[in-house]
């Protein structure tokens, strides 16, 4: 069978086409929130530039966050502490208030996993503010994507940030929208030779079924110490200075229909999250499917553990079967690692299935197929 890839990927046929220009929703107040809009190479570029005008002092973050966004609050000086994400991917408000109080932050981040606000986030961005901090709402996967009540995410805080190409069949991009900062302008175009070879090859590699890049290896679970050295810390090429995403990047980013793509996201999201959830011995976390909501994938914990969470991986993707798992590094001393009880869990006992529209419509019953066959062995 075909290999389905976990992210999106770029279509070759594309480069074919004239040259691009702006996306249209980009300038769009029902797809983007208002504020100042710049489109880098990566989002990175902008929290980098935003960071940077902030006094420096305690940046509070969550505790599952990719290693790159953690260079970029260390590179620059912040002392940055951490709340705790359940296995669950949901906030507990008091001890986040808590936390709030304690470190008293000059910044508080707040990350909408998969295109899902936290069903507090409302009161704990307003209780930040409150505090003095300055409110970063991350949603790297959440572009398009409404609350339950309605809301754009990237809405509320004082700068959101999206990932494109991480949701998108898009080589590169990160969109950052700032209501209070000025963003700097790009200063060069992203070279993307290189990601056409890739696309070439990648799609290559799903026609004979080849999962590719998509490794079945299991995570680890690391514990780094992020302030060894800051400013050594890298940062990918096209972090900064400020690059714009090259013209593959572009061509996709015009060719997207946020209408188009937001409903089939859901569908797929809505036939994934009923299916799996009928499944004995995994756990459903992210919402049940509601009108607004762009979702980049379902979220399933394994109350399992670790070796039966890899046990699914494995099948999974011997099959060619997208699916996901996050195992990024916490930046907390090992001597911390008790107020942090889901750190592990998290990162080793946790599932994404995707929900991109190049994922075909059979992958549903073929996911849940693997995951049962798995579990009763």
């Not at 004239?18 to 107040?29: I, M, Q, R, T, V």
Request: glycine share 8%; with cysteine.
């Amino acid at each position: 069978m075909a290999c389905v890839s976990a992210a999106p990927q770029f279509n070759p046929l594309w480069y074919r086409f004239g040259e691009p220009s702006a996306p249209a929703w980009l300038d769009d107040d029902a797809w983007v929130p208002p504020g100042e809009r710049m489109l880098y190479s990566y989002a990175r570029t902008g929290l980098y530039a935003v960071l940077d005008q902030l006094d420096r002092g305690v940046a509070l973050v969550p505790d599952y966050l990719p290693r790159g966004v953690m260079h970029v609050f260390h590179r620059l000086g912040f002392d940055v502490a951490y709340y705790p994400v359940g296995h669950d991917l949901r906030l507990d408000p008091a001890v986040v208030r808590e936390r709030l109080a304690d470190t008293e932050p000059v910044v508080a981040m707040f990350v909408h996993y998969l295109g899902f606000a936290d069903p507090a986030f409302d009161d704990l961005a307003r209780a930040a503010t409150e505090a003095g901090a300055f409110v970063i709402e991350d949603a790297p996967r959440g572009l398009f994507a409404r609350d339950q009540q309605g809301k754009l995410l990237g809405s509320t805080g004082d700068v959101a940030v999206f990932s494109p190409h991480k949701c998108l069949p898009v080589p590169n991009g990160g969109l950052v929208v700032s209501k209070t900062l000025p963003l700097p302008p790009t200063e060069r175009t992203r070279a993307e030779g290189k990601d056409l070879l890739t696309s070439v090859a990648k799609t290559g590699m799903q026609v004979v079924g080849w999962p590719g890049g998509d490794s079945p290896d299991p995570p680890q679970f690391r514990v780094i110490d992020y302030t060894q050295n800051p400013e050594s810390l890298p940062l990918a090429d096209g972090v900064w200075p400020p690059a714009a995403p090259g013209r593959l990047s572009q061509l996709a980013l015009e060719r997207c229909d946020p209408s188009v793509y937001q409903a089939e996201r859901l569908a797929r999201y809505a036939a994934f999250h009923e299916r799996l959830s009928r499944i004995d011995g995994i756990e459903v976390t992210t919402p049940a499917p509601y009108e607004g909501a762009c979702p980049y994938g379902v979220h399933v914990y394994v109350p399992g553990g670790e070796a039966e969470c890899t046990a699914v991986f494995t099948a999974l993707r011997e099959r060619g079967l997208a699916v996901e798992r996050f195992p990024w590094p916490i930046g907390v001393p090992e001597a911390d690692l008790a107020a942090f009880p889901d750190a592990e869990p998290l990162r080793l006992a946790t599932l994404v299935f995707p929900t991109h529209t190049q994922v075909p419509a059979g992958t549903v019953a073929a996911v849940a197929e693997t995951i049962e066959a798995t579990l009763v062995r």
